[in-house]
Nanobody, 127 residues
Framework: QVQLVESGGGLVQAGGSLRLSCASS????????MGWFRQAPGKEREFVAG????????IYADSVKGRFTISRDNAKNTVYLQMNSLKPEDTAVYYC????????????????????WGQGTQVTVSS
C-alpha cells in the first residue's frame, strides 16, 4: 500500500506561482511512476503531468505545457509540481497519483494507469 499526501495548494492571483508537493510512504518510492491530475468543479478529472521512475522523463497536458514542471526527489520520496503563470482556468483540486511499474523510463497519462491516489489539494487562481 502506498500513501500519498499532497500539500502546497492555496489562493493565488493570476500570473502567480505555486509549488505542490506530494509525499509518499509505505512502499519503495522509486518503484513508482508518478503523476498529477486535477478536477475542476463540474468537470471530469484530467491529466496534468507525469514523470518516470528514473531520469525525470516528463510529459504534460497541452494546457499546462511551458508553465508547469513536474519533478521528483527520490531521496525525499516526494514529487513536485511547480506551477507558474497561473490562470483562473487552472483552478481545481490537484491530485497526486502513483503507478507501480517495472519500466524505468515510461510515463503514464490516464486515470486507469494509476492505482494510488492522494486526497487532493485545492488550488484557486483569482483573476
Amino acid at each position: 500500500q502506498v500513501q500519498l499526501v499532497e500539500s502546497g495548494g492555496g489562493l493565488v492571483q493570476a500570473g502567480g506561482s505555486l509549488r505542490l508537493s506530494c509525499a509518499s510512504s509505505g512502499r519503495t518510492f522509486t518503484d513508482y511512476a508518478m503523476g498529477w491530475f486535477r478536477q475542476a468543479p463540474g468537470k471530469e478529472r484530467e491529466f496534468v503531468a507525469g514523470i518516470s521512475r528514473r531520469n525525470g522523463i516528463a510529459i504534460y497536458a497541452d494546457s499546462v505545457k511551458g508553465r508547469f514542471t513536474i519533478s521528483r526527489d527520490n531521496a525525499k520520496n516526494t514529487v513536485y509540481l511547480q506551477m507558474n503563470s497561473l490562470k483562473p482556468e487552472d483552478t481545481a483540486v490537484y491530485y497526486c497519483a502513483a503507478k507501480w511499474t517495472t519500466q524505468f523510463y515510461v510515463t503514464y497519462h490516464t486515470d486507469d494507469d494509476y492505482r494510488y491516489w492522494g486526497q487532493g489539494t485545492q488550488v484557486t487562481v483569482s483573476s
